[in-house]
């Protein structure tokens, strides 16, 4: 799943199972940056790839829709405190073979 926010195309999240790709408009570490914002993590959760100011990669084990779906919400909104309380997501969804 791709999660996107229209007025903000620089604002996305993708979700694939175990891995999530999102977009990043941080120089600081990612790790540091979830524990300075205090976000809940999923299980599992472990950084495998970042570029400052463009994106990054984790991987995760198992968690139920809820927690991920919860995890990618506050990500967005920590990552882009603009859209904090007023924005919609798109969702699409792709088969990957």
């Given at each position: 799943?791709?999660f ?5 195309p ?8 175990g ?7 941080r ?8 524990r ?10 472990a950084l495998?790839?970042w570029q ?10 198992s968690?139920?829709v ?6 990618i919400?506050?990500?967005?909104a920590?990552l882009?405190p ?5 924005y919609?997501?798109?969702?699409m969804?792709?088969q990957?073979?």
């Open positions: 799943m791709t996107t926010i229209p007025e903000y620089d604002a996305w999240v993708q979700a694939m199972r891995t999530i790709n999102a977009s990043y408009p120089s600081n570490a990612p790790m540091e940056f979830l300075s914002i205090d976000l809940p993590t999923i299980p599992g959760l495998d790839d400052a100011d463009q994106y990054i990669t984790w991987s995760h084990g968690c139920s809820h927690a991920l779906a919860e995890f919400d506050r990500l967005l920590a882009h603009a859209l904090a309380q007023v919609g997501i798109d969702v969804i792709e990957i073979a």
